[in-house]
């Protein structure tokens, strides 16, 4: 590569990852309408309100984080089962528009189950680790954060973002072959599993004993909806792979 095609280049990547991370956060840029737009800002603005003038409210995190959680583990569910509403959607508006549709509610349920998560444990601080060394604590959550998001970035990156946003699933058909590069040839599970890592490093960083009960909560949740619906698609679609690969499709969610 030449001295004049680094910088371009670093440019290009750059770009690519970072509208990545905010797809990855709930708002896919190229697929950017004047709805999806709405939702966004009054998600960060309610997000913003939180914070600065409800810092300290644990029974409105509690309540957040309980609504958010329903709305999202109960839509993916109705929706992307068998015979789910996607099927409504499809008929209602076709399959690019109703992929569409559904992948901005789908995003809004992202950022909110998220920052309900990130909220709860600031909102509700502890002392679980008050015998711990704060420097201690500060690598252990280091260690944690970067790690499980630096998994997960990448698996996504594998994947692309249509399947993080389970594309395959809403049209009930395969859209991608399987991975096997990059966080797939080390762990069965990377975004249930591994990249679920961040909640509870905000929890422990907290020490909020709420934080840690609601990240795991989640990723329960999360796990539950694999087994219930997903793997079941899984077989149905992808029948024709070995048993270890079909594992490793559970891989490409959030």
Do not use: C
Not at 32 to 53: G, P, Q, Y
Not at 176 to 197: A, R
């Amino acid at each position: 590569m030449t001295k004049n095609n680094i910088k371009p280049n670093l440019f290009k990547q750059t770009y690519h990852f970072i509208i990545l991370l905010i797809s990855m956060a709930g708002y896919v840029p190229q697929n950017a309408d004047f709805f999806r737009d709405i939702l966004m800002v009054v998600s960060l603005a309610f997000v913003v309100m939180l914070n600065v003038f409800l810092p300290h409210n644990p029974e409105l995190g509690i309540f957040y984080f309980l609504i958010s959680e329903v709305l999202y583990i109960g839509f993916i569910t109705v929706v992307l089962s068998k015979d789910g509403l996607r099927h409504w959607f499809v008929k209602k508006w076709g399959e690019d528009k109703g992929y569409l549709n559904f992948e901005t509610l789908v995003g809004f349920l992202f950022f909110n189950n998220a920052a309900s998560i990130g909220y709860i444990a600031s909102a509700n601080p502890g002392n679980l680790f008050s015998f711990v060394d704060k420097y201690l604590i500060f690598i252990i959550t280091a260690i944690l954060f970067i790690g499980g998001f630096t998994v997960k970035v990448l698996a996504a990156k594998v994947v692309t973002i249509d399947i993080y946003y389970w594309k395959d699933m809403f049209l009930g058909r395969k859209i991608t072959d399987f991975v096997v590069t990059g966080p797939y040839k080390y762990f069965s599970n990377p975004m249930y599993g591994i990249g679920q890592l961040p909640a509870y490093a905000v929890a422990i960083w907290y020490q909020s004993p709420d934080g840690l009960v609601v990240a795991a909560l989640n990723q329960m949740l999360v796990f539950t909806f694999y087994y219930l619906v997903e793997k079941k698609f899984i077989k149905r679609v992808y029948q024709d792979v070995s048993t270890k690969h079909a594992i490793s499709k559970s891989t490409f969610r959030q």
